[in-house]
């Protein structure tokens, strides 16, 4: 576990440091006799959801995160924070206070505002006399520039128990400048007490799968505690939405896990997924209170790229068929299915009308391209994926078509899978015209090592889906380079999540070309 101290941060020359923030006597977290000296930070910084003029900074304070209030008082806690040009604080820009309060888990959202576009900051906090680790974010490039390229890295499916966060130190080690979390962040199932492939021995209160508030922060506390997870949140602001693990395994609007579950419980269940994600998160939405909360959202990168950030569980119909992979459903053609929900796929479609990005972006969960899971003549698809909500893929791809959107890119997540596809007007005509494309990036550990045997459809040359151009089942994720020319995807695997220390490479790298929808192999 990272237990910064004190004492290895005034090592780094803290001390000079220390004097940038100015002194309270009347701070409320040193009149808590029972947690001073506790180090507040143990969960790191992070910073999220840039704006050209601003990004919000979080933290959340916690001397012991196993426990449901990181081992802090029900009480609230002054934090301060600053925002600077330099890593050792010369040119501070913004500075303020606020207040961490239990009922928000401790956790502060700050939104500095007053920001320069398309710059590089480093962020920090004080509480309690201690200091935080340093984070570096960057704001979006300004309103109606013309940015020349964009780094991003983009993740999901990151199972504590399944496996060490190398992944995540390797992405942190590319510094981009924006990273796109796809969701199963966190997974919702009790824990052994072995700790699974990482044995640690996990606490008790582990066991049991997450129901109540306190369930699931201490679960976030967990996931948090990781130094690589850390990492990859101190080099870059990230843009967060979440899967179903956030929640419970394929949960769908309304209804529920069922067995002893009622409908009730369940939302009660998924207002406390919901809060504890906005607290653990770097999110720019108000507290969630109850079990309806409105994620979906754009990030606009000049006219280079704009990023629309959706949410296909929430307003989701259930899934069809009795879930899993199916043959011949036929219900998931009604055209009455809703993927996204009415208001957001009216939102989705009249963004990209309106953008004016030369890259147009779904940063979402689900695979969007149709993968047929039986090799031979019959159609088995899966009734989570786009698939079972045929006609509600139907109208976001012929959405894009008829509203001539420049570009689309779909970064999806959830499957475990690498893959790399062109998306077609219609699957089952390999002629049809390719609207876009769709990278799909694989787990960080979730499944632990993989396996190549899992069924996985082979990409490049699969006769069943000929749209398929690249299938890995390593683990990992993909760092992208957006210039005006291109679209640039490289696969980035490890060889094991088991052990510590696994070294990066990258499986394939996959280009589109502006103006020409359809993949490339480099
Ligand atoms: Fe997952």
Known sequence: MHRPSRRSFLGLGGSALALAFTTNL?????????????????LGVASGDPLPDRVILWTRLAADPLQPLGGLP????????????DEGFTRRARHGSAWARPEYGHSVHIDAKGLEPGREYFYRFRSGGEISPTGRTKTAPAPGSSPDSLRLA??????????????????ADENPDVVFHLGDYLYEYGI????????????????????????YRIQYGLYKSDPDLQAAHHRA??????????????????HGPGGDVTEQDYLVIRANAFRAFWENMPVRVPPVEGPD?????????????????????????????????????EERLDPARQML????????????????????????????IQLDFDPGPAQQLSMDLWDGYEAAKDRVVNGMVDRQVSNPVVLTGDIHYNLAGELKQNFDEPSSRTVGVEFV????????NGNPDTGLPPGGSDPVNPHLRFSSYQRGYVSCEVTRDQWRADYKVIPYVDRPGAPVSTRASLVTLDGAPGLNAL
């Open 192 to 215: 052994r007490p072995t700790g699974g492939n990482r044995n640690i021995p996990v606490p008790e209160q582990y066991r049991v799968q997450c129901d109540t508030l306190d369930r």
């Open 26 to 42: 009347a701070d409320p977290w040193t009149a808590q006799a029972a947690v001073k000296g506790d180090y507040p930070f143990r």
């Open 441 to 448: 990036c694989t787990s960080i550990t979730s499944g632990g």
């Open 154 to 171: 983009f993740a999901s499916c990151a199972s504590w128990p399944d496996g060490y966060y190398t992944a995540y130190r390797h992405l």
């Open 341 to 368: 929900g009415a208001e957001q796929e009216t939102w989705l479609l009249d963004g990209l009308a309106a953008s004016p990005a030369k890259w147009n972006v779904l940063a979402q969960q689900i695979a969007m």
């Open 237 to 254: 602001p990230w843009i967060v939405t979440w899967d179903d693990h956030e929640v419970l395994d394929n949960w769908a609007s309304q």
């Open 293 to 329: 909360a409105r994620i979906y959202r754009r990030f606009t990168f000049g006219d280079l790229a704009e990023f629309n950030v959706l949410d296909t569980r929430q307003y989701r119909d259930d899934q069809v068929c009795g879930d899993g992979q199916r043959i011949g459903c």
């Open 74 to 85: 029900f009480a609230k806690l002054k934090v301060e924070w600053e925002i600077a040009e």
